[in-house]
Every structure is written in C-alpha cells, then in structure tokens.
C-alpha cells in the first residue's frame, strides 16, 4: 500500500519529523503517480531496482508490488527509523547512507541493477554521472528530477538547454524525457514542475572520458563562444580534419566532433598547458575531470529550495513526453 497526503502527514506527525530543505525532501503523496512511475519504469518480476532517496516509502512500495527486489537507500536518519517499519516488513532492504559515497561495490555486488528512484533535486546531477561512471552494475534508471535538470540531461546538440551535463551523460547513455509531475502531487509542494527521465546505458566512444571531459569543460559552459577563441592551439588544418571551420559554437557539436577535437595535437598541448597552469577544470568532486562548476542542480539555475503546503486536490497529470 503507498501513501496518500493522509498517510503521509500521519507518519511524519508520529515521528515529529519536518521535510529537510537541506536533503531536498519533496514526497510524493500520490498513490497513482508513484505506480504509474513503476509502470513506466518497466520493472519485471524480480528485477533488483536500487531507490536512492527513498523517504517514508510510496515508490519503495509500488516497486514491491510490481514485483521489485528493492533496495532502498536513504540519508536521513530520522527518516531511516520510519522508512523500516513501511517497508522492511514486506521484503525491502533499507541502507541509511550518502549515496554521493556509498561503496556502490559492497552494495550491489557484481549483479545488474535498475535505478527506479525520486532524486534528491540538490545532488541529481553530479549523483547520474558518478553512477554512469563509477557503477557499471547500473545498467538503466528512471529517475524524477526538476524539470530543467531533466530536459539538460535529455537535450542533444542544438537544443537550447544542451550543455555540458547534456555531452557527459551521453557519453554513456541514451537519455529520454519520458513522463511530466506536477509539483500538486508532492508534500511539500515544490517551486517546478518534474518530469522522469530515463536513462539506458550504451556502449561509449572510442576514447577515454578522462580524455573527452576536459574538452568539454572547457567548451561547454562557454556554450556559445565561437571555437577558434578558446581552442587557440589548434590549427585551421585540425579544425578541418575534424569538418569544422572553427566558427561553430559548441552547444551545436555532436559527440563525433568533441571526440576529433579532443585527438587533435593543439588540443592536447593547450590542456596540458592549462593543466599545468591549474585551471583547466572549473573543479568540483573527487575527479577533477569529471564534474565542472555548473554540474550541481543549483548552479543550472535550478531552484532546489520546497515550498511549505500542498495543493487540496491532487491530480495525477503524468503525460508521455517522447521525444
């Protein structure tokens, strides 16, 4: 059984527990929105699903009874007592942790894993490419993010919101907007709307990531400068074998162009170059290359703070939004 707005103040009340703005806690207190949120996520019978944030429980429970071996993770310790007494009982494994350092290893084992989860609007972005990164047993999620965050992730070359969350992500993923939330189904009620976002793992380009994210820190969050002005190093000659003029923005370059741009001799003696000078990353995170300095839900411009109250009528509004 999932939660309703009843429930869901009821358990909260019991615990004396008040939504952190600092875990980014927004739950949702709609039974329908959290199953269709299973339906869309295609969970089999049996299937090991991996919730991070997953607060007192509804979508822990709606995975259950789609048939999901559920293993829920979550931060808050108050939260934890609760979340065990909902769902333990009926077959969940409940792990009280920072999913930004879990020992994904000791968690999941070398088995595959479907990440179904409400993510915590302040850490979903830089928590999607440490997964895609770092946990290869992850092999495809739906996730709820903000709504711009979602459309960042989901954007490809010449989209307005394309950047470089939008190259990194694709990096190791196909990426897909696949469903809408309206912020009436969430207590508390948050300032945007959501959407889901799925994301299935592919095979990478021929180059290392180490090798390609430089290039695109470097590009991509100064998305509308033209080439030639920040890759100095590299010559007419390797713009032209890499098709391009060096008048291209980069928020128009596919991944087959970042990926000649970053084998290019110029731009390996400018990143090294930067490299040495100590500014070549925006750095943020535990690789430096990995994450830059927009890659946090709140420097996309995103607003991660709830809005205390919810809407007296709640209305499921979940809509496919296929590319």
């Avoid at 999932?2 to 358990?11: M, R, V």
């Avoid at 299937?47 to 429970?61: C, N, S």
């Avoid at 310790?77 to 792990?95: C, D, F, M, Q």
């Avoid at 990478?204 to 998305?223: S, V």
Wanted: proline fraction near 7%; include cysteine.
């Amino acid at each position: 059984m999932t939660h309703s707005i009843t429930d869901t103040l009821a358990l909260l009340a019991a615990a004396d527990i008040h939504p952190s703005k600092a875990f980014g806690q927004n739950f949702v207190v709609d039974p329908n929105t959290v199953r269709r949120i299973a339906r869309l996520a295609d969970v089999a019978p049996g299937e090991r699903v991996l919730e991070i944030g997953a607060g007192l429980g509804a979508l822990t429970m709606a995975l259950m009874e789609a048939g999901a071996v559920v293993t829920a993770v979550e931060i808050d310790k108050r939260i934890v007592a609760v979340l065990r007494t909902v769902v333990e009982p009926s077959g969940a494994t409940v792990i009280e942790g920072d999913a930004m350092r879990m020992d994904w290893d000791e968690v999941l084992g070398d088995q595959s894993w479907t990440v179904v989860a409400n993510l915590p609007y302040n850490i979903a972005s830089p928590l999607v490419i440490e997964l895609l990164n770092g946990v290869p047993q992850i092999e495809r999620m739906v996730i709820m993010v903000q709504d711009e965050a979602g459309k960042r992730m989901a954007a490809i070359p010449g989209d307005e919101a394309y950047g470089a969350l939008s190259a990194k992500i694709s990096y190791w993923a196909h990426v897909k907007v696949i469903g809408k939330v309206p912020q009436a189904v969430f207590y508390p009620r948050p300032k945007v709307e959501s959407v889901l976002v799925s994301v299935t793992r592919r095979p990478p380009p021929d180059i290392a990531p180490q090798e390609l994210f430089p290039l695109i820190n470097r590009l991509l969050y100064n998305r509308r400068r033209m080439l030639r002005s920040m890759l100095t190093e590299v010559s007419p000659e390797e713009f032209a074998q890499c098709g391009l003029t060096g008048e291209e923005r980069p928020w128009t370059l596919s991944q087959t162009s970042l990926v000649r741009l970053a084998g290019t001799e110029g731009w390996k003696r400018q990143a090294a170059d930067e490299e040495a000078l100590g500014r070549p990353l925006r750095k943020r995170g535990r690789d430096p290359w990995l994450h830059g300095a927009s890659e946090s839900d709140s420097e996309l411009g995103i607003e991660p703070e709830p809005e205390p109250g919810v809407e007296p009528e709640l209305r499921v509004e979940i809509a496919n939004a296929d590319r």
